[in-house]
T-cell receptor, first 113, second 112 residues
C-alpha cells in the first residue's frame, strides 16, 4: 500500500466510448501526476498538477482530458480513444517540489477495442 | 530532454547470487528514484537517492551525481526479486513539482 489508489483497475472500452479514470491519494501531498506505460516503451509523463493547477502537459492528445478538483483527487477523462492508447495508466503523488519522492498507485490497465 | 540509460536490459541469475544494475543520466538531477515493478504493474519505491549511498536490507544504492550514474545492488537474490527495475530522474528546474523521466528498465529473472 503506497497511499495512492486508482479505479478501475481494468477497463475495456470501444473507440466511441467515454470513460474516466480516478486517482486518490491519502498522503497529504500537493502534487499529482499521470503517467502512461505502453508495451515495449518507457514510462512517460502525461500531466503534472501542483496545488490543483496543471503545470505540465507533455504534448498529450486532446482525447485525454485531466481534471484535478482538489489536491487529493485526480481524474483522466477519456473519449474517442484509439487502439494504440491501450496501456497501463499510472497515477502518482508527491509533495510540492521536484526533490520529493513520488509514490505510485497500482495503475489502470486499459484496452481500447 | 534528459536521457536515462539502464544496463543491462536483461539479467538472469540463480537464487543466492548478487547483482549490480546501472543507471546513467545525461544531465544534473535533483531527484533520482529506483523502483521495482511487480508482475501486476505496481511500482514499488526502493530508494530516493539523488546522491550518496543508502541501504535497506539486501538492497543498497549509490549515486555519484558528479559522474551522472547510479548503481543498485541486490545481494543474496531471491525469486521474489524478479521483475523490472526502473531508474527515474528529475533535472533541476524552477523548484515546483516535476515529472520523472524513466529509463527502459532492467528485467531481472531469479531462477530457483
Amino acid at each position: 500500500e503506497t497511499g495512492v489508489t486508482q479505479t478501475p483497475r481494468h477497463l475495456v472500452m470501444g473507440m466511441t466510448n467515454k470513460k474516466s479514470l480516478k486517482c486518490e491519494q491519502h498522503l497529504g501531498h500537493n502534487a499529482m501526476y499521470w503517467y502512461k506505460q505502453s508495451a515495449k516503451k518507457p514510462l512517460e509523463l502525461m500531466f503534472v498538477y501542483n496545488f490543483k493547477e496543471q503545470t505540465e502537459n507533455n504534448s498529450v492528445p486532446s482525447r485525454f482530458s485531466p481534471e484535478c478538483p482538489n489536491s487529493s483527487h485526480l481524474f483522466l477523462h477519456l473519449h474517442t480513444l484509439q487502439p494504440e492508447d491501450s496501456a497501463l495508466y499510472l497515477c502518482a503523488s508527491s509533495q510540492d517540489r521536484s526533490q520529493e519522492t513520488q509514490y505510485f498507485g497500482p495503475g489502470t490497465r486499459l484496452l481500447v477495442l | 530532454g534528459i536521457q536515462v540509460e539502464q544496463s543491462p536490459p536483461d539479467l538472469i541469475l540463480q537464487e543466492g547470487a548478487n547483482s549490480t544494475l546501472r543507471c546513467n543520466f545525461s544531465d544534473s538531477v535533483n531527484n533520482l528514484q529506483w523502483f521495482h515493478q511487480n508482475p501486476w504493474g505496481q511500482l514499488i519505491n526502493l530508494f530516493y537517492i539523488p546522491s550518496g549511498t543508502k541501504q535497506n536490507g539486501r538492497l543498497s544504492a549509490t549515486t555519484v551525481a558528479t559522474e551522472r550514474y547510479s548503481l543498485l545492488y541486490i545481494s543474496s537474490s531471491q525469486t521474489t526479486d524478479s521483475g523490472v527495475y526502473f531508474c527515474a530522474v528529475v533535472t533541476y528546474s524552477g523548484g515546483g513539482a516535476d515529472g520523472l523521466t524513466f529509463g527502459k528498465g532492467t528485467h531481472l529473472i531469479i531462477q530457483p
